[in-house]
Each structure stands twice: as structure tokens, then as C-alpha cells.
């Protein structure tokens, strides 16, 4: 069973810090990483994908992709309050399932003004 | 650009009625299209998905199932709805293609709620 791990949190920072969100994944032939953000009672909207090792910045956010070690994570930089949501890491599995997209279970992440 | 439009939106439906939820994507061709359920405080669950016309993969088995009439129309459907069926459905489309990296796209999601 191909799996994505995530701490189901709460995550409770203030404004102003940075957030760090982890996840692991189990596929070892995973190629695409995503992490969306999804506010509650909404659908998920994705914030950034990520296919190499290392990091990608996209404004306060950067995420980070260690292949060997099968994590995956996110950083949020000058958290804000509206940052506050569940954010959830999806990989998509390799070889023959290479459409096949499974999603973390979401960390919840709480900014507090 | 690409949308992609669910409906309903809510519904109550009975234990032992059926369900049809309809899915369209537009601004694409030959999509790649999901089903995913999320239960109550629980993460995302796969549970179709299809590459073509008349092409489906179940994730997992249950009373659910899926057609794709069109290329950019995927319907998911129950004869017999269960208590365990209640939670948030999302329709959802990728790119197709080698470089594409199936970045997954979900319209606004579906409440379903069976009494």
C-alpha cells in the first residue's frame, strides 16, 4: 500500500515566524510532489509542486524534496493568519501509476495574530 | 484557461437511494479525471480515476462507481447509497503528457450526507 504521512497536527505559530510542515512518503519511485492548502469546508488549492531534490521558493513559501530520504517538506515564511488552514502533501506514485495522485491525511496549521 | 464545475453541491440523500454527481472540465482536451473522497476530518481518498472515454480504475471497492461518457465528463454514481458513503466528493483533472507532472486541479467539491 503505497502511503503519505503527514503530522496531523495542530501546528501553532505567530504571525510573523516560520511554519515547517513534513511529510514522508512511502513510493520510492514517486516523481511529483505537491502540497496544497485547503481551507475548511473548501477544496483544496495547490501552493507548489516540486520534482527535484533540494529547495523551490515561491514567494513566502519553499518547499523542499530529499528523494533518498522519501520527505518532502514546506516551509511558510512571515506566517500570517490567514495562512491558518489544513495543508496537505500529495505525491504522484511511479512506474505504472504514474497517474495516480494519493494525498497525506493534512497537517492543520494555526497562525495566531 | 481550464475550469472544472461539480455539481451539486449539497445533498441529503436516504440510506438505499441512489447517486449520480456530474463533473465537467473545460479549456482542456483528453484530461486526466479523479474521484476523491474526503471523510469527516480525514485526508483525501482516491477512489477513481480514468485516462480516456470509457476508461476507469477503482481504487477501492465499494458500492461506488464512475463513468467518463465524454472526454471531459466523469459522473460518479451509487445504486444504494450508504451510511459510510457520507463526506465531501471531488472531482478533479490533471494534464496528460510525460512532462506534465499530473498536477491535480479539483473543482469545488460536493456534500453529500446520507440519513
Known amino acids: 500500500q503505497k502511503e503519505v504521512e503527514q503530522n496531523s497536527g495542530p501546528l501553532s505559530v505567530p504571525e510573523g515566524a516560520i511554519a515547517s510542515l513534513n511529510c514522508t512518503y512511502s513510493?520510492?519511485?514517486?516523481?511529483?510532489f505537491f502540497w496544497y492548502r485547503q481551507y475548511s469546508g473548501k477544496s483544496p488549492e495547490l501552493i507548489m509542486f516540486?520534482?527535484?531534490?533540494g529547495d523551490k521558493e515561491d514567494g513566502r513559501f519553499t518547499a523542499q524534496l530529499n528523494k533518498a530520504s522519501q520527505y518532502v517538506s514546506l516551509l511558510i515564511r512571515d506566517s500570517q493568519p490567514s495562512d491558518s488552514a489544513t495543508y496537505l502533501c500529495?505525491?504522484?506514485?511511479?512506474?505504472?501509476?504514474?497517474?495516480?495522485?494519493?494525498f497525506g491525511a493534512g497537517t492543520r496549521l494555526f497562525v495566531k495574530a | 484557461s481550464q475550469t472544472i464545475h461539480q455539481w451539486p453541491a449539497t445533498l441529503v440523500q436516504p440510506v438505499g437511494s441512489p447517486l449520480s454527481l456530474e463533473c465537467t472540465v473545460e479549456?482542456?482536451?483528453?484530461?486526466?479525471l479523479y474521484w476523491y473522497r474526503q471523510a469527516a476530518g480525514r485526508g483525501l481518498q482516491l477512489l477513481f480515476y480514468?485516462?480516456?472515454?470509457?476508461?476507469i480504475s477503482s481504487e477501492v471497492p465499494q458500492n461506488l462507481s464512475a463513468s467518463r461518457p465524454q472526454d471531459r465528463q466523469f459522473i460518479l454514481s451509487s445504486k444504494k447509497l450508504l451510511l459510510s458513503d457520507s463526506g465531501f466528493y471531488l472531482c478533479?483533472?490533471?494534464?496528460?503528457?510525460?512532462?506534465?507532472?499530473?498536477?491535480?486541479?479539483f473543482g469545488e467539491g460536493s456534500w453529500l450526507t446520507v440519513v
Open positions: 478533479a483533472w490533471s494534464r496528460t503528457g510525460v512532462n506534465s507532472g499530473n498536477t491535480i486541479y
Open positions: 513510493d520510492r519511485g514517486s516523481q511529483s
Open positions: 516540486i520534482y527535484s531534490n
Open positions: 500529495a505525491v504522484t506514485l511511479g512506474g505504472g501509476g504514474g497517474f495516480k495522485t494519493i
Open positions: 479549456g482542456t482536451s483528453n484530461p486526466n
Open positions: 480514468s485516462v480516456g472515454i470509457g476508461q
